[in-house]
C-alpha cells in the first residue's frame, strides 16, 4: 500500500514563508507527477502546482511567482515552497502522486493544514 507522509504546515503570519514536504513509500513502478493541491473550507479542491518527472513544472496562476514546486525522484519525496503567504493561501494541502504500472494510478496525502491570519 502506498503511503504519502506530509509535513511542514503551520501557521504563519501573512508575508511569510512554509515549506511543505511529501515523502512517498511503498513505491511499485516509477513516480509519473508529483502534486499539491489545496482546499478551503466550502471550495473545490483546486491544484496548486505540479511537476513530472523529467521537472516540468505547472502552476495556478494565483501562486505564480510566489511558490516553488521540486522534487527528488531518487527519495521519492515533493516539497513546495511557499513564500509571500496571504490570507487566502490558507487551506488543507494535500501532496497527490500518479504512478505508473501498466497504466496510471493516483494517490493522495492526508492533507496538512495551512492557516494564514488575516
Known amino acids: 500500500q502506498v503511503q504519502l507522509v506530509e509535513s511542514g504546515g503551520g501557521l504563519v503570519q501573512a508575508g511569510g514563508s512554509l515549506r511543505l514536504s511529501c515523502a512517498a513509500s511503498?513505491?511499485?513502478?516509477?513516480?509519473?507527477?508529483m502534486g499539491w493541491y489545496r482546499q478551503a473550507p466550502g471550495q473545490q479542491r483546486e491544484l496548486v502546482a505540479d511537476?513530472?518527472?523529467?521537472?516540468?513544472?505547472n502552476y495556478a496562476d494565483s501562486v505564480k511567482g510566489r511558490f516553488t514546486i521540486s522534487r527528488d525522484n531518487a527519495q521519492n519525496t515533493v516539497h513546495l515552497q511557499m513564500n509571500s503567504l496571504q490570507p487566502e493561501d490558507t487551506a488543507v494541502y494535500y501532496c497527490r502522486i500518479q504512478t505508473l504500472v501498466g497504466r496510471s494510478y493516483n494517490y493522495w496525502g492526508q492533507g496538512t493544514q495551512v492557516t494564514v491570519p488575516s
Open positions: 511503498r513505491i511499485i513502478g516509477i513516480i509519473n507527477v
Open positions: 511537476i513530472t518527472r523529467g521537472g516540468s513544472t
